[in-house]
Nanobody, 124 residues
Framework: VRLVESGGGLVQAGDSLRLSCTAQGRDFGTFALAWFRQLPGKERDFLAAITWTGDRTYYAESVEGRFTIFKNNTKTTVYLQMNTLSPEDTAVYYC??????????????????WGQGTQVTVSS
């Protein structure tokens, strides 16, 4: 599966932004879906994930309450709604797929088919 992220850009502190991730030419099927972000020279950090059934979501403590992961009914797009952004949220954001049995792992190694990423820059 090939994933494509979009929706990044330059915003001001306190603004909101919604990222999108689509699977080219197909739906997500039984894949779990996740969002990560990465700073230059750093590892990818888990942000949020949703099970393939959509009935459970998981969040990193650093974003819980500010970020929301959800997907559309046709299972073709997964979103990351980001509110009250701060300069510390500046990073490249990636989506990835996980196995159908996904149950809350935060490890990047448990996900695959990474997209090319979308840059989010938050100015102060």
């Amino acid at each position: 599966v090939r994933l494509v992220e979009s929706g990044g850009g330059l915003v001001q502190a306190g603004d909101s932004l919604r990222l999108s991730c689509t699977a080219q030419g197909r739906d997500f099927g039984t894949f779990a879906l996740a969002w990560f972000r990465q700073l230059p020279g750093k590892e990818r950090d888990f942000l949020a994930a949703i099970t393939w059934t959509g009935d459970r979501t998981y969040y990193a403590e650093s974003v819980e309450g500010r970020f929301t992961i959800f997907k559309n009914n046709t299972k073709t797009t997964v979103y990351l709604q980001m509110n009250t952004l701060s300069p510390e949220d500046t990073a490249v954001y990636y989506c990835a797929v996980g196995p159908p049995w996904y149950s809350g792992s935060h490890y990047a190694a448990d996900f695959g088919a990474w997209g090319q990423g979308t840059q989010v820059t938050v100015s102060s």
